[in-house]
Each structure stands twice: as C-alpha cells, then as structure tokens.
C-alpha cells in the first residue's frame, strides 16, 4: 500500500512532538508498504522550526525508509496566529503532493480539523481510501477546556467538520478505547472502527537501571539523596500541572512530606506562570528543567523514582477514555506512577503499577507521593516491573502497527 498521513505535529522517531505515527510507519515501510507522513514545518511556538527554501511549499527529509515531507505554514503567536497556522497547513498540504504515487489510504489526524478536511477532500480528487484519525474530541474537548463557548462560531465551524469527516470516511481510526461507542453516535458500524493506541518505541527504553539509593529517613539508604518524581509533559492543554505544584507546597508544609523532590520538564504556554508561582511560594522541592529529545528523556527518567501524570477533570476522557505517549512512556521507564486523571481506561490501576487519585486533587497527589516514597525499594521495583511488561503488551506501537496494517488492508 501507499499510505499518506496528515498529521500536522508529527516528528521524528527521537523528536520532542509527536513520534507515534514514524514508529508505526518504519514497521509498515519494512513491511514493504510506502508511507508519506505531511508535518508542519512550523508546528508550534514550542518546537523548532524546519527550515524551508524560499518559494518552496515544501521540504523532504527522510528517516529510515519514511519520507517526511514537511508543509510550509505560518509562524504564528497566540489563538488566532494558531488557527491561521492551521489553515495554512490546509491550503498547503493539498499543493505539497506533487510528484508523489497516488496513494491507497490517505489517514488525515485529528491533530486539528483542518488537517483531516485536506485529507478527505484529497482523498475524494485521488480515489484514495480516507482514514479518519481521531486523537481528540473535536470540538467538545475545548469546550471542556475552557477554549472556546459553544456560542462561538468556531465551535459550530469545527463541529460541521466533524461530521462531514464521519460521513465520508471508509474507516475511523482512534487512540481513545472508547472510539466504537463516539463512533456509533455519528452512524459508524463497529466494523469501519479501530482502536489503535498510543505507545512506545521498545528500542527506545532499555532494561531499566536501579534508581538512586533515597534518604535514611525515609527509605532505601543512607546517601542523603532526595526521592524524585518526575513528569514530563506540556504545560497547558488538559495537563493540570498546578495541581502538581500545590502539591509540592503542602509537601513543603507537612513534616511528613520532606525528602521528594518533583522534577518537571516540558514547555508550554503555562510554565512561566507556574515558575512564578513556584518562586513566591518558595518552594525547594520543585525543579523546571527544559524540554530534551526522546533519548535524552530516558536518561532522566533512569534518575526518577517514579512518575506523576496529572490531568484535568473531562467528561471526554471520563466517557472514552485516555492514551497519553508521556504515560506509557513513563511505564517503559520500569517505575511507579500517580495517575491523577478520571478515565474509563485506568493503564496505571489495570497494570497494578502505582497510585490512581482523583484529579485536580493536590491533597490526595500528595499523599500518594509520600505513600510511594515509605513503600519498601522492592515494593517499588515490582510496580515498576508490572508497568512495563504491561505497556509492552499493550501498546508496543510495532505491534500497534501491525493491527493498523490489518484495518487498512480491509478498507481496500
């Protein structure tokens, strides 16, 4: 098959965005099928640009056997600079096909609706299979979020997008366990669905090392180190990262809450905000540090004890579930998790690998930090050793790829 995706953040394997779809394509190119991935030159404030020859609409670069072919769209800061980035991406991607064999299956991302709107219309002019990617509630999400009212005209423009994707696509593909049921709200059959989930690259995450030996005081040894729980994320979306710093703040105020340190390291538009805060509180037990690739992130992860993932309280997630990259990557790294997030798929509580607390809850986060810091170092490693055989099992994205191959082949 020759197979397109539309994804505007899409990265490299070891790139700091989103690296799920160049895994999954290097197992279908090494099954012998040709794939196409279309990012953004310019994704986001955050992530570095790629650099584009003037009256070029486009760039190719090429990882393994995967062509990258990279869309010129805007620069852009702030809400309206994004949506006009979007649709730059739109206009663009259509013009950035040339040369190219017509594909089979044209998969367009809901990374934002305009990326998947490129995608079925080319899709319609080509003959080509449409794969209607959803990694997102559009546009429920932000409304939950806070974005945008259901009063406002881009609320009902992304909506109409919404359904002309569910009434044209061949297929509906998903990270959400829930997908069947969304699905079947909008006339789907079970049989044009699947679930495909985030997940890891095995190669990326060796056997886990031992962390540091802990303070004497609370745990392991006598070295002095501190227990460290660490998060890697962005800072804004549906991650309520001041849940995790008013953690550290009660921490900071409990005498039974010394020796953790929590280390977060991302970007995003909240961080500034959340370092000022950290600042007036004063608080010692918290460290920014920045955002670093993927193999960099392993190595920091071999220092931390374990992990907090913390989210914001959404009826999307309660209803079909979540599939957070940071979370199985968390769980490859061989440690526990708090698993701060009201979701119908628990990986944290199914795995028996850490700690599940409501979300928005700093009291409660703070408990299940100490409660891991007084757990005994074997009681620890046998989390971390059930979090990562779960994650394996479940969402290795070459096996992932594998079940994508299958659903593609039978839209043909």
Same mark, same amino acid.
């Given at each position: ?12 394997? #070891? ?16 099954? +012998? ?13 955050? $992530? ?44 663009? *991607? ?20 305009? $990326?998947?709107?490129? $995608? ?36 009902? #423009?992304?909506?109409?997008?919404? %359904? ?59 070295? +002095? ?58 608080? @010692? ?29 959404? +009826? ?34 199914? @795995?028996?690998?850490?700690?599940? *607390? ?14 891991? %810091? ?7 490693? @046998? ?30």
């Amino acid at each position: 098959m020759h197979i397109w995706i539309f994804n505007h953040y899409a990265c490299f394997r #070891h790139g700091t965005g989103l690296t799920s779809h160049a895994v999954m394509a290097q197992t279908l190119a090494e099954a +012998g099928h040709v794939v196409t991935i279309f990012p953004a030159a310019f994704a986001q404030v955050y $992530a570095p640009a790629v650099e584009i020859p003037r009256r070029r609409p486009f760039v190719d670069q090429f990882e393994g056997d995967v062509r990258f072919r990279f869309v010129r769209t805007l620069p852009y800061r702030g809400s309206v600079g994004r949506l006009l980035n979007m649709l730059s991406y739109r206009k663009n *991607v259509t013009r950035a096909v040339k040369g190219l064999q017509r594909p089979d299956v044209i998969i367009g991302s809901l990374s934002h609706p305009h $990326a998947v709107e490129a $995608a079925r219309q080319l899709s319609h002019r080509l003959g080509s299979r449409f794969v209607y990617e959803i990694r997102d509630i559009w546009p429920q999400s932000l409304v939950e979020l806070g974005g945008i009212s259901r009063l406002h005209p881009i609320y009902w #423009h992304f909506l109409a997008l919404e %359904r002309l994707a569910f009434r044209h696509a061949h297929g509906v593909i998903s990270v959400l366990p829930g997908i069947e049921q969304y699905a079947a709200l909008h006339g789907v059959a079970a049989e044009r669905v699947a679930y495909i989930p985030n997940g890891i690259d095995p190669g990326l995450y060796p056997e886990p090392t031992e962390p540091p030996p802990i303070d004497a005081g609370h745990g392991d040894s006598a070295a +002095g180190a501190p227990f460290v729980i660490s998060c890697f994320t962005r800072f804004g979306s549906g991650n309520s990262m001041e849940t995790i710093v008013d953690a550290a703040a009660l921490l900071q105020q409990d005498p039974s809450g010394g020796g953790i340190v929590i280390r977060l390291v991302g970007d995003g538009p909240t961080r500034a905000g959340l370092e000022r805060r950290a600042a007036e509180l004063g608080l @010692a037990n918290v460290e920014f540090l920045d955002l670093v690739s993927k193999p960099e992130l392993v190595e920091l992860a071999h220092g931390s004890h374990a992990f907090v993932h913390s989210h914001r309280r959404m +009826g999307v997630v309660e209803r079909y579930g979540m599939s957070v990259n940071k979370v199985f990557a968390f769980m490859a790294s061989g440690r526990p998790v708090i698993f701060a997030c009201r979701s119908s798929y628990d990986p944290i509580a199914e @795995a028996g690998a850490g700690i599940s *607390v409501e979300p928005e809850n700093p009291a409660a986060m703070a408990q299940a930090m100490i409660a891991l %810091r007084d757990l005994s170092p074997e009681e620890r490693e @046998a989390m971390g050793r059930r979090a990562r055989g779960y994650v394996l099992e479940h969402h290795d994205l070459r096996k992932t790829a594998k079940r994508l191959e299958s659903f593609l082949k039978s839209l043909l």
